[in-house]
């Protein structure tokens, strides 16, 4: 009987419609033109700017570009004319392929069907391909077969797109010849192609169904030097062939190495399968049974994790201290599930050793969800004594540090920070427990007390997220208890310098505004504050990259998923390859797909001036789609436009189909009691919920009700928005908790950290956008002055 061996497909979905293609060929040209020396000029570069993996990757991609030579630039520039007709020919095939991909409904596979037949050539093929694609998607073979076929049939532009997809629909429907009869040679034939890292795995399984183990293995022999060896389908592919081999000891190792190295993906499922049937589970030993149980806790797999340490459990001949361990641990997934009692946690082995210190954390987990102050003290007390040095006191005391933050008792949080921080200063939690402890005894009213372990915070910890906080809180210090304005100056300084677009520079800058003209003083303790290195980014695009003019033509065919792929492909792409993937996204106005992108690819963008990213790149980390409904909207609601757009940014990144867990709808996320409240308010009739959907209406009544926050909290934005976040009651509580020397005080002071970072991020973002407006119309005046 022939050999099974699963190939496992995954693709993340793809959301959103699309518009106006031909517009995203006319700006590439127009750009492609400033930039004909672009490839030859950064093919010398972009490989050294590398991380040591990425080198390690290079190398073996190198190799395998070696044997097989990238087309000369004329051969180049004749496969870009070539799919940019493709692309031209297909552009009114994009909404239609996005909404197959996105719903595969009845309609939707008819209304791309009919496209394709009424098409030909490179329309036609695009069609096809999309519907190949949505029947792959839903396990349909045969019709997805028929479609790739079709597809290649009109149009060779997507060729290699066609027979790899169309041999995995074939592999998957156990038609492992016609599979074999595409993938043999798909290397040589389709040398540039995306999929050739994923050919050799699928490849060999499909041999390895035909019964060729020997094909099987030359197969994957034959790739052990390319990217493709990394992927841990091949890696899994090679434990196959070695025990179709009879190669039984190789074999088992090499599942196990799967197993352990990539417990959490679906090859490990496949790896521990085998192992099974193999009779050869007992290669695993107790502690390595223990790894994936570990893996599966890290990961929140809290189910998953407590089976593994329940089937452990049942083990002979274990230690007594690895049945502790276990013990716990299973306990430990019982109270991230909810259903540990406190009887059941006491029951568990009190020994003197790590197991021990992890039983005393639960009993004080537990004893702070009862609010039992006196229980979670004694326990901490003994864990200080018995468990001086397990990271389990280190647990206790953040999370009882937290406890008394909430309940608003500063001084018990700072003894429980401030223990952690002394007794675990190489801590994960020791940046933020320290910051608190500063932060509370500044609340507190402990002045000296705060402005020391400010000066500490920046010190032990410049890299620390809450140092920047530090940073400013010191400076206003600084200012009004030490009365040295210069040094607090230089602190505003260091924050600008290194963190130009955060919440705290913006801060800083006014704090400045209000100190006037103050001297600059030196200290030594800041000099470490400087920009990070910035790779360089370019707005210019290659007229002879085949993958970028691909890229933009598999996004007809509604394959999004090979968008980002295909682009980075370009081994020449680094500076720009981000910008590529969000302006093809941007062009079909899916605004949340482009603004993701972008932040994926430029996390470091707070920590860079505007005028360091070129502008095409701010315009879309910060967009303004529906700009005249917000602008008109705004000023209707006395609304800073800036503002409503920041928002937007925030809460649904401008997905106006976004519906969140709480049940929140479109760009402002209005909840539908609040959506039908304002438009009665509006005076709109016989409203339905699904109206909040529509840019348009979610932006009229959520400016409306932005106004209401406002005016309920007294026109202050950092409570308006508060509230919007977390609901007004919270924010009229957190008011009493007060008084406040200034609002950055009272943003500072919310206790939940998500409410916290919303307001920063969207009175910070405010800025941004502002800023990122007068930049564009000062580069426009220097342009027209240049003219």
């Given at each position: 009987?022939?050999?099974?061996?699963?190939?496992?497909?995954?693709?993340?979905?793809?959301?959103?419609?699309?518009?106006?293609?031909?517009?995203?060929?006319?700006?590439?040209?127009?750009?492609a033109q400033r930039s004909n020396s672009h490839t030859s000029?950064?093919?010398?570069?972009?490989?050294?700017?590398?991380?040591?993996?990425?080198?390690?990757?290079?190398?073996?991609?190198?190799?395998?570009?070696?044997?097989?030579?990238?087309?000369?630039?004329?051969?180049?520039?004749?496969?870009?004319?070539?799919?940019?007709?493709?692309?031209?020919?297909?552009?009114?095939?994009?909404?239609?392929?996005?909404?197959?991909?996105?719903?595969?409904?009845?309609?939707?596979?008819?209304?791309?069907?009919?496209?394709?037949?009424?098409?030909?050539?490179?329309?036609?093929?695009?069609?096809?391909?999309?519907?190949?694609?949505?029947?792959?998607?839903?396990?349909?073979?045969?019709?997805?077969?028929?479609?790739?076929?079709?597809?290649?049939?009109?149009?060779?532009?997507?060729?290699?797109?066609?027979?790899?997809?169309?041999?995995?629909?074939?592999?998957?429907?156990?038609?492992?010849?016609?599979?074999?009869?595409?993938?043999?040679?798909?290397?040589?034939?389709?040398?540039?192609?995306?999929?050739?890292?994923?050919?050799?795995?699928?490849?060999?399984?499909?041999?390895?169904?035909?019964?060729?183990?020997?094909?099987?293995?030359?197969?994957?022999?034959?790739?052990?030097?390319?990217?493709?060896?990394?992927?841990?389908?091949?890696?899994?592919?090679?434990?196959?062939?070695?025990?179709?081999?009879?190669?039984?000891?190789?074999?088992?190792?090499?599942?196990?190495?799967?197993?352990?190295?990539?417990?959490?993906?679906?090859?490990?499922?496949?790896?521990?399968?085998?192992?099974?049937?193999?009779?050869?589970?007992?290669?695993?030993?107790?502690?390595?049974?223990?790894?994936?149980?570990?893996?599966?806790?890290?990961?929140?797999?809290?189910?998953?994790?407590?089976?593994?340490?329940?089937?452990?459990?049942?083990?002979?001949?274990?230690?007594?201290?690895?049945?502790?361990?276990?013990?716990?641990?299973?306990?430990?997934?019982?109270?991230?599930?909810?259903?540990?009692?406190?009887?059941?946690?006491?029951?568990?082995?009190?020994?003197?050793?790590?197991?021990?210190?992890?039983?005393?954390?639960?009993?004080?987990?537990?004893?702070?969800?009862?609010?039992?102050?006196?229980?979670?003290?004694?326990?901490?007390?003994?864990?200080?004594?018995?468990?001086?040095?397990?990271?389990?006191?280190?647990?206790?005391?953040?999370?009882?540090?937290?406890?008394?933050?909430?309940?608003?008792?500063?001084?018990?949080?700072?003894?429980?920070?401030?223990?952690?921080?002394?007794?675990?200063?190489?801590?994960?939690?020791?940046?933020?427990?320290?910051?608190?402890?500063?932060?509370?005894?500044?609340?507190?009213?402990?002045?000296?007390?705060?402005?020391?372990?400010?000066?500490?915070?920046?010190?032990?910890?410049?890299?620390?997220?809450?140092?920047?906080?530090?940073?400013?809180?010191?400076?206003?210090?600084?200012?009004?208890?030490?009365?040295?304005?210069?040094?607090?100056?230089?602190?505003?300084?260091?924050?600008?310098?290194?963190?130009?677009?955060?919440?705290?520079?913006?801060?800083?800058?006014?704090?400045?505004?209000?100190?006037?003209?103050?001297?600059?003083?030196?200290?030594?303790?800041?000099?470490?504050?400087?920009?990070?290195?910035?790779?360089?980014?370019?707005?210019?695009?290659?007229?002879?990259?085949?993958?970028?003019?691909?890229?933009?033509?598999?996004?007809?065919?509604?394959?999004?998923?090979?968008?980002?792929?295909?682009?980075?492909?370009?081994?020449?792409?680094?500076?720009?390859?981000?910008?590529?993937?969000?302006?093809?996204?941007?062009?079909?106005?899916?605004?949340?797909?482009a603004l993701r992108a972008m932040k994926r690819a430029l996390?470091?963008?707070?920590?860079?001036?505007?005028?360091?990213?070129?502008?095409?790149?701010?315009?879309?980390?910060?967009?303004?789609?529906?700009?005249?409904?917000?602008?008109?909207?705004?000023?209707?609601?006395?609304?800073?436009?800036?503002?409503?757009?920041?928002?937007?940014?925030?809460?649904?990144?401008?997905?106006?189909?976004?519906?969140?867990?709480?049940?929140?709808?479109?760009?402002?996320?209005?909840?539908?009691?609040?959506?039908?409240?304002?438009?009665?308010?509006?005076?709109?009739?016989?409203?339905?919920?699904?109206?909040?959907?529509?840019?348009?209406?979610?932006?009229?009544?959520?400016?409306?009700?932005?106004?209401?926050?406002?005016?309920?909290?007294?026109?202050?934005?950092?409570?308006?928005?508060?509230?919007?976040?977390?609901?007004?009651?919270?924010?009229?509580?957190?008011?009493?908790?007060?008084?406040?020397?200034?609002?950055?005080?009272?943003?500072?002071?919310?206790?939940?950290?998500?409410?916290?970072?919303?307001?920063?991020?969207?009175?910070?973002?405010?800025?941004?956008?502002?800023?990122?407006?007068?930049?564009?119309?000062?580069?426009?005046?220097?342009?027209?002055?240049?003219?």
């Amino acid at each position: 009987m022939p050999l099974q061996s699963p190939f496992l497909f995954m693709r993340r979905a793809v959301v959103g419609l699309a518009l106006l293609s031909l517009l995203l060929w006319g700006g590439w040209s127009a750009q492609a033109q400033r930039s004909n020396s672009h490839t030859s000029a950064h093919a010398s570069t972009s490989k050294a700017k590398s991380s040591s993996k990425k080198k390690k990757r290079t190398v073996r991609h190198t190799h395998r570009r070696h044997r097989r030579p990238r087309p000369s630039l004329a051969a180049r520039r004749a496969r870009v004319a070539r799919m940019r007709r493709a692309f031209i020919a297909s552009s009114q095939l994009r909404p239609m392929a996005q909404q197959l991909a996105t719903m595969r409904t009845a309609a939707a596979y008819a209304g791309v069907t009919a496209y394709a037949q009424h098409h030909t050539g490179d329309a036609a093929a695009a069609a096809y391909l999309a519907l190949g694609h949505a029947y792959l998607l839903d396990h349909r073979y045969s019709e997805a077969i028929s479609n790739f076929k079709r597809a290649k049939a009109d149009s060779d532009t997507l060729a290699d797109v066609a027979d790899f997809l169309a041999a995995e629909a074939a592999h998957n429907a156990n038609d492992n010849a016609a599979a074999e009869a595409l993938l043999h040679g798909f290397v040589k034939r389709y040398p540039e192609s995306i999929f050739d890292d994923q050919v050799p795995a699928l490849e060999a399984n499909t041999l390895l169904a035909l019964n060729n183990p020997a094909g099987a293995q030359a197969v994957l022999q034959a790739a052990k030097d390319t990217d493709a060896a990394d992927r841990v389908d091949y890696q899994l592919a090679v434990g196959q062939v070695e025990y179709a081999l009879g190669q039984q000891q190789a074999a088992t190792s090499q599942f196990k190495s799967v197993l352990l190295q990539h417990p959490l993906s679906g090859e490990a499922l496949v790896a521990r399968a085998r192992l099974t049937q193999m009779g050869a589970a007992a290669a695993l030993s107790t502690a390595d049974l223990r790894v994936l149980g570990d893996a599966y806790y890290r990961a929140g797999r809290y189910r998953d994790a407590a089976e593994q340490y329940q089937a452990l459990l049942s083990h002979d001949g274990m230690s007594s201290s690895d049945r502790d361990g276990l013990e716990v641990a299973e306990a430990s997934c019982d109270l991230k599930l909810h259903r540990l009692s406190a009887a059941r946690a006491e029951a568990l082995p009190d020994t003197n050793d790590e197991n021990g210190a992890r039983r005393l954390y639960l009993l004080m987990e537990l004893a702070r969800n009862q609010d039992d102050e006196p229980r979670q003290q004694q326990i901490v007390s003994q864990m200080e004594t018995r468990f001086p040095h397990s990271p389990w006191l280190a647990e206790a005391l953040y999370s009882s540090g937290n406890m008394y933050l909430l309940k608003r008792d500063y001084a018990n949080a700072v003894t429980y920070y401030s223990y952690l921080a002394t007794h675990f200063p190489s801590s994960r939690y020791a940046p933020s427990a320290h910051w608190r402890a500063g932060w509370l005894s500044y609340r507190e009213g402990q002045y000296a007390a705060a402005s020391k372990l400010f000066d500490e915070q920046i010190q032990l910890y410049p890299a620390a997220s809450e140092t920047v906080s530090a940073l400013y809180w010191r400076g206003r210090l600084y200012e009004t208890r030490d009365h040295y304005p210069q040094l607090a100056a230089a602190n505003y300084r260091a924050i600008i310098r290194a963190y130009p677009e955060y919440f705290y520079a913006m801060l800083s800058r006014q704090r400045l505004t209000a100190l006037g003209k103050v001297a600059p003083v030196e200290d030594a303790k800041l000099n470490g504050f400087q920009p990070l290195p910035r790779p360089k980014l370019v707005d210019t695009f290659p007229t002879d990259s085949p993958h970028l003019a691909k890229a933009k033509l598999l996004a007809n065919a509604g394959l999004n998923e090979y968008v980002a792929p295909e682009i980075q492909a370009d081994p020449d792409s680094d500076s720009w390859s981000a910008l590529a993937e969000a302006q093809i996204y941007a062009s079909y106005d899916e605004t949340f797909r482009a603004l993701r992108a972008m932040k994926r690819a430029l996390p470091y963008a707070a920590t860079a001036p505007i005028s360091a990213i070129p502008l095409p790149y701010w315009r879309i980390l910060f967009p303004e789609p529906w700009w005249g409904t917000i602008r008109a909207e705004a000023a209707k609601n006395g609304l800073d436009p800036y503002l409503v757009a920041s928002l937007i940014r925030q809460e649904s990144e401008f997905n106006p189909n976004a519906i969140s867990y709480a049940n929140a709808y479109g760009l402002m996320q209005l909840l539908p009691r609040v959506g039908r409240e304002m438009a009665r308010q509006e005076g709109m009739r016989n409203f339905r919920t699904f109206q909040l959907l529509d840019p348009e209406t979610n932006i009229r009544l959520g400016t409306r009700y932005l106004h209401q926050m406002l005016d309920r909290f007294g026109g202050v934005p950092a409570y308006a928005l508060a509230a919007y976040n977390a609901g007004d009651y919270r924010v009229a509580d957190w008011q009493t908790a007060g008084p406040y020397s200034g609002i950055d005080e009272f943003v500072e002071s919310i206790p939940f950290s998500e409410t916290r970072g919303y307001v920063q991020a969207i009175l910070r973002n405010e800025e941004t956008y502002r800023a990122i407006d007068a930049y564009a119309r000062t580069q426009n005046t220097e342009t027209r002055a240049a003219r």
